[in-house]
């Protein structure tokens, strides 16, 4: 099992900037991709950014330019920088990770989601 951790979000002005964090514990054989995705109420959950375990990022169009995923791979922890907040912006952003378990000799791939944690992006 694996527990996702996020932190970092909060109330911040148009134009401001946050950093999200999200730290992975417990056991596993290795990680895999690691993304932040956000969800506005009444609204379907998006993803926002991902990155592969090799470095590789990609970012929804909304945000390319004014976010950067980033991930430690000796605190197993993804980063999300956030720059140039837009009201649009605001949503809780959840944490999604992969890992690998070797159940009974076998690779298993299991997703794993964090609770979310709040960006609020106002005057």
């Known amino acids: 099992q694996v527990q996702l951790v996020e932190s970092g979000g909060g109330l911040v002005q148009p134009g401001g900037s946050l950093r999200l964090s999200c730290a992975a514990s417990?056991?596993?054989?290795?990680?895999?991709?690691m993304a932040w995705y956000r969800q506005s109420p009444g609204q379907e959950r998006e993803l926002v950014a991902e990155?592969?375990?090799?470095?590789?990022?990609n970012y929804a169009d909304s945000v390319k330019g004014r976010f950067t995923i980033s991930r430690d791979h000796t605190e197993d922890t993804v980063y999300l920088q956030m720059d140039s907040l837009k009201v649009e912006d605001t949503a809780t952003y959840y944490c999604?990770?992969?890992?690998?378990?070797?159940?009974?000799?076998?690779?298993?791939?299991?997703?794993?989601w964090g609770d979310g944690t709040q960006v609020t992006v106002s005057t």
């Open positions: 990155i592969t375990d090799s470095g590789t990022a």
């Open positions: 417990g056991s596993f054989f290795r990680a895999g991709a």
């Open positions: 999604k990770a992969d890992f690998t378990h070797v159940i009974d000799g076998r690779g298993v791939g299991l997703s794993y």
